[in-house]
């Protein structure tokens, strides 16, 4: 049982750390905008 686990743990800690490593801003012609500006709810 405890493999199962251990692999999950692991997928999880990269899941996250894959979105902190990820872009929060892009440069355009205007300058630099955050992602979340872009984004409409």
Not at 20 to 32: E, F, H, I, N, S
């Amino acid at each position: 049982m405890e493999h199962p686990l251990t692999g999950l743990l692991c997928e999880l800690v990269w899941f996250f750390a894959a979105k902190l490593k990820a872009p929060r801003c892009l440069r355009t012609a205007d300058g630099v905008v955050f992602i979340t500006d872009l984004i409409q709810l």
